[in-house]
């Protein structure tokens, strides 16, 4: 077990936002979290990073919490204005631990090459960031975070932005973590993709949360109970999903 936590509740400054989460997350799990917004996801992911405290329950490391996290954050959180190239991105992946004093070794320099080779990133390496298209920028992200060298990966809202080939070839790269006993959690919208790529999934709405296989969990009661969908968008979902089957209705029932 990487990491366990029963009864938290996460909110600011002793004002809650979401109470009763529990979760568990074992080497090679993939940990889908849905909501609202406004349901507690960023609360949970601060918490998880270790930079806000739960105001109640506590998250427990069987193992010890790892040194490194690996982190990618939203779309809004990155400021392509910044002068680098997609390389230089992707490089500061290995800069854990070295500050700005000591060079990038053999080792992380392989990890680096390999990294831009794996998310298809290798023939536009030099090019600046600010000219990288969505996709190609979630590509390089991709890649820094492949860089880390993380047992535990965090990614919040990965898919924002970026064209359905896009989306597919990061799944099979986070479907490769999985299968390397990389532990993830993933903030996602897209329900089809959790159904395929996640073990489990953490339902958070109206200030609670609900924890189990994503099959179970993710059902149009509990996801109208929770918040997430209204009952006519339930029906039209399951409409669609009769009419034209799971290939074209966007992913397996939910």
């Not at 690996?70 to 230089?88: C, H, I, K, M, S």
């Not at 090019?127 to 860089?147: E, I, N």
């Not at 099979?172 to 903030?187: H, K, Q």
């Not at 489990?200 to 509990?222: I, K, Q």
């Amino acid at each position: 077990m990487v990491l366990s936590a029963h009864g938290l509740t996460l909110g600011y400054r002793g004002h809650p936002v979401v109470s009763d989460v529990s979760l568990k997350l074992a080497p090679g799990d993939v940990l889908a979290v849905v909501g609202h917004n406004g349901s507690g996801k960023s609360t949970l992911v601060k918490t998880l990073l270790g930079t806000l405290p739960p105001i109640a329950g506590a998250i427990e490391w069987p193992t010890g919490r790892p040194s490194t996290i690996a982190y990618l954050g939203q779309r809004t959180e990155f400021d392509t204005r910044f002068p680098v190239r997609l390389r230089d991105l992707a490089e500061m992946g290995a800069w854990h631990g070295l500050g700005f004093t000591r060079r990038i070794d053999p080792a992380g320099r392989a990890r680096i090459e390999a990294a831009l080779e794996r998310t298809g990133t290798a023939d536009i390496a030099d090019m600046p960031v600010h000219t990288l298209s969505a996709g190609q920028l979630q590509r390089a992200l991709f890649a820094r975070t492949m860089v880390q060298d993380a047992p535990v990966i965090l990614l919040d809202e990965p898919f924002t932005a970026v064209d359905q080939s896009t989306e597919a070839d990061l799944l099979t790269l986070i479907d490769d973590w999985s299968a390397e006993g990389r532990a993830l959690i993933l903030v996602l919208h897209d329900l089809s993709a959790v159904l395929r790529h996640c073990t489990s999934a953490l339902l958070l709405g109206r200030g609670t949360a609900l924890f189990g296989v994503p099959h179970t969990t993710l059902t149009p009661d509990n996801l109208i109970e929770f918040g997430y969908m209204s009952a006519s968008q339930a029906e039209w979902q399951e409409l669609m999903y009769r009419r034209s089957g799971p290939e074209s209705a966007g992913g397996p029932r939910v």
